[in-house]
């Protein structure tokens, strides 16, 4: 004897809506779990597509090289002989540009220093570098011209500066063409950078980028911070990498003293412990459901003895202990498919109303959180009616049509 | 034909066995009209129990129709509850929620009728008791008289070959208990088997068979047939 599933649909919901507190409770509770375990996974998820957005908004096919070995190593004749590792320099970067692999480079020098006009003053980040900085970093200029493209050694007394800078130093005045004071060296502004174009750890907008040269005269050194290289396609940054290591341990007299890391490496690990993260935090507001499927448990329990003359009269009219099961389990499925509807929509709204407030983070709960949470949320509620359910299925007939 | 032999049933209260039944042989004639009467306590609920299958006897043997139910799995006896037997309750239990109409349809709807099947049966039931007009109503909006009327009809929607009835006017006032008994007894004479669980002296009076219970015995069977 099967109960038809149009039959059975009915019976679970004029029950359900027969007694609705406690619907209403424990739709409340499945609708919080669910929304919880979705909302949490759209910010985790939010956060790993803001960072890999930033990280792509470093250039395109990038490897970055710095002084120094990254992996630690314990004692190898370099530290033996009380070695540090050799600074890279202008002749560094310019002999990055032999390879095949390669289409363009920028030196990168940092500091800070006073940059003042009249007596408007303030300390700013200095970014010494080269023409190609802008195409790499993927900046915009705003008025005027970027860096010029002269021989990397030349040191002019230009200043590209940030729109902030700008605003800052020149208010409403023309800024264009105006010597600007950047230590004790004075420098002519030739343009102002696009207020787009922020990314990890440089606020472009606070910025003043100068020829690398000068920069490095500024500092007084002769180093670079940094050579960004851009490998001429996807497929180029493996063979790039290679030969920027070959190369510079062949000037070096053959010491590995430089690391040389891709933009794409980077850009994976971070992919992975963000998503190690929305895991994580889903897996914390999984733990809410398991709550919401306690509390079903305990509803569905209450519900059946409050029911029991009902559940006595269904098996005195021929209601199998399947069926019975059955019914009690339609009803659980229905709780929990409707709470976890709803705590899906709730999830989905918080999630908008995040993305309207915080524009950068695009707080957005991915597929597999949204089918997880549903399919938790569902099998909870089955899982924890069956107890309640057997219970109602066992009931003696008897016992319960007298309400004894 | 309901044949017991030797049917006990005994409860464990404390260290106490009760025999709320003890070593009942009853035999009853397809389309008898029995009355069961005795004391509180006396076990004629625990007979009618046993008979309509919501309870197991502790030993001896039962058969219905020529069939032994006494081994059947519950599921087995589930299926023999929902085609062979009605039952009609004191307390009425109809369940609140659901119309006249769909408390009837119940016993069709866990036998998994399809619905088209079903509501010419609901209609037939409620027109035969004269509820028709109420089958949209819940028990709620209904009177005694009218929710043991429905509950009728539901004992009756499946055809059974047996009508189960514990004090089946305990609720009710006196006209409507008049009612449902002259209900009961129309049934009855159409074929189907009554059996009755009474308090009420006058009521037993009127079964053709009258069987008296005291402690679990049956004492004197002051039938009008044997």
Known sequence: MALHSGDLRRFAWRALRGFPARTLLMLTAMA?????????????????????????????NLLIVFPGRSETAGINPSTMMGETPRDLTLDDAQALLRSHSVR???PINVGSAD?????????????????????????????????????????????????????ELFGAERALGEWIRIG???????????????????????????????????FNTASLFRILVEAK????????????????????????????????????????ILTALTYAVGGIAAISLAVAGILIMNVMLVAVTQRTAEIGLLKALGATPR???????????????????????????????????FPQLPAQAPGWSLLTALAVAILTGLLFSLLPARRAARLDPVLALTGR | MIELSHIRRSF?????????????????????????????????????????????PSAGSYRLNGQDVTALSDYEQAQVRNRSIGFVFQMFHLIPRLTAAENVELPLLLAGMPPEQRRPLVDAALAELQMTDRSRHRPDQLSGGQRQRVAIARAVVTQPKVLLADEPTGNLDQHSGAAVISILETLNRR?????????????????RRRLRMVDGRLSGTADGTA
């Open chain 1, 32 to 60: 919080i779990g669910v929304s919880a375990v979705v909302l949490l996974t759209a910010l985790g998820e939010g956060a790993r597509r803001y960072v890999t957005g930033e990280f792509a908004s470093l250039g395109t």
């Open chain 1, 104 to 106: 363009r480079i920028a």
């Open chain 1, 115 to 167: 940059v003042s006009r009249q007596r408007r003053s303030r300390e700013v980040v200095i970014l010494g570098s080269n023409q190609d900085l802008l195409d790499i970093r993927h900046w915009e200029i705003d008025q005027g011209r970027f860096l010029p493209s002269a021989d990397l050694t030349s040191a002019s007394p230009v200043a590209v500066i940030g729109d902030k800078i700008r605003a």
């Open chain 1, 184 to 218: 004790d060296r004075r420098f002519r502004v030739i343009g102002i950078l696009g207020t787009e174009g922020r990314s990890i750890g440089v606020d472009v907008q606070e910025t003043v980028i100068i020829p690398v040269a000068s920069a490095q005269q500024l």
């Open chain 1, 233 to 272: 396609s996807r497929d180029a940054i493996e063979p790039a990498k290679k030969f920027i290591i070959d190369l510079l341990q062949q000037r070096h007299q053959g010491e590995r003293d430089v690391t040389v890391i891709t933009q794409d490496a980077v850009l994976q690990t971070f992919d992975r």
């Open chain 1, 323 to 357: 069926q019975i099961l059955t019914l009690i389990l339609a009803e659980a499925l229905m709780l929990s498919a409707i709470g976890a509807s709803a705590g899906m929509a709730l999830g989905q709204l918080g999630s908008y109303l995040i993305r309207v407030v």
């Open chain 2, 12 to 56: 464990q209260v404390g260290d106490q066995l009760v025999h709320a039944l003890d070593d009942v042989s009853l035999v009853i004639e397809e389309g008898a009209y029995v009355s069961i009467m005795g004391p509180s306590g006396s076990g004629k609920s625990t007979l009618l129990n046993l008979i309509g299958l919501l309870d197991r």
């Open chain 2, 191 to 207: 074929g189907i088997t009554l059996i009755m669980v009474t308090h009420d002296p006058e009521m037993g009076r009127r079964a």
